[in-house]
């Protein structure tokens, strides 16, 4: 598959425009919440990084940002074994933390990144993710305080994520695999 655009070669399961609508909800809604309290947001990379910068311009509160790298995906499915490959470098002790994510599966990855939050003090830790899979093989039934869709059990890429070679995080939709 070559990389075009939206229009064409990719089964379109977001577009661009309603990716950014929501995006817009989203970060209203973070905004009243936090009422201008400073945030830090962690933003879960690869997969979360073109969510987190089109989200965190949404956000009206005074916020710090950062980056955790953490890898759970080996091909088209989660290891079980979400792995930390880079931390935070900011302190986040007695600071209100927003992880941001691309995708809520299994809950392993937004649970072991959740702890690690809880366990160095953060004042309060909330999660943000665009999408809410919903799979039958849900691991840990973790609180999610945002996301931007429910979508089927089907492999997604674009905006941010990638296809099973890591193409096509370029692209300004979600895409699907079609079965």
Do not use: E, N, P
């Given at each position: 598959m070559k990389?075009?655009?939206?229009r064409k070669n990719h089964n379109i399961l977001l577009s661009r425009k309603k990716i950014g609508e929501r995006v817009a909800e989203l970060?209203?809604?973070i905004t009243e919440h936090y009422r201008e309290k400073e945030i830090t947001v962690l933003a879960l990379t690869n997969g979360a990084l073109v969510f987190a910068a089109d989200i965190i311009?949404?956000?009206k509160c005074p916020l710090r940002l950062d980056t955790f790298t953490v890898a759970s995906y080996t091909g088209d499915g989660s290891?079980?074994?979400p792995v930390l490959r880079s931390e935070p470098g900011l302190d986040i002790?007695?600071?209100?933390?927003?992880?941001?994510?691309?995708?809520?599966?299994?809950?392993l990855t937004l649970h072991k990144v959740k702890v690690w939050a809880e366990k160095r003090q953060a004042a309060s830790v909330s999660i943000c993710v665009l999408l809410d899979k919903q799979v039958p093989h849900r691991k840990l039934d973790i609180e999610v305080n945002?996301?931007?869709?429910r979508i089927p059990d089907t492999f997604v890429y674009g905006y941010g994520m990638d296809n099973q070679n890591g193409l096509f995080r370029n692209l300004p939709c979600i895409a699907h695999i079609a079965v």
């Open positions: 990389y075009t655009d939206c970060g209203k809604s311009r949404q956000i290891s079980g074994d002790a007695g600071r209100h933390v927003l992880i941001v994510d691309d995708i809520l599966d299994t809950g945002w996301y931007g869709f």
